[in-house]
């Protein structure tokens, strides 16, 4: 088997393992793929998520600037940076990693949702509100983003958005009223 067969077995090994939550076993994997293809964007990235689903923002960084510097217009990997930098409580840097997102096309309910916190931790309710009212419209799937909005219409003095928004959480976790 040839080198890039190799590494290519290996990205599908460590995705294997990360959909099973194997998280330091789909490391090992990306980490040996990038040994045969170094610098490989979609490893980093890869890598990266696995270090954010283990609570390591620093080495998810690490991965993501490797990402970005190699794809910059990718609105994914400026997203998950976004959300390493905000771990890291490096707040300005995640509003630009996210803004980076937006600029690039990033148009999906997770980017408005993340956002959106951002917005929320550092008391900007009225813009939080307005990222959380397009996260769910984009996906009204979104729990995440139903539980966020109704927070933030309750800071913002709305108790009957707030409430109505709870409900469409509620009903989504299972929990609403039949």
Known sequence: MDRQNEAENLVFQGISFARKGKHLKAVEAFLG?????????????????????MDEPELALSYLDRSVKKEPDNPDYWCE?????????????????????????????????????????????????EFFDRAVK??????????????????????KGA?????EYQKLQGKGNP
């Open 33 to 53: 793929a990038l040994e045969i293809v170094p610098g490989n964007a979609v490893i980093c990235f890869n890598l990266a998520l696995e270090y954010l689903s």
């Open 81 to 129: 940076r976004g959300v390493a930098l905000y771990r890291t409580l490096d707040y300005a840097g995640a509003e630009e990693s996210y803004e980076r997102a937006m600029s690039c096309g990033g148009e999906n309910s997770r980017l408005w949702n993340n956002f959106g916190v951002l917005r929320f931790i550092t008391e900007r309710y009225q813009e939080a509100g």
């Open 138 to 159: 984009l996906d009204p799937v979104n729990a995440d983003a139903w539980y966020n909005l109704a927070d933030t219409l309750e800071e913002l003095g709305n108790a």
């Open 163 to 167: 409430e109505a928004a709870r409900r």
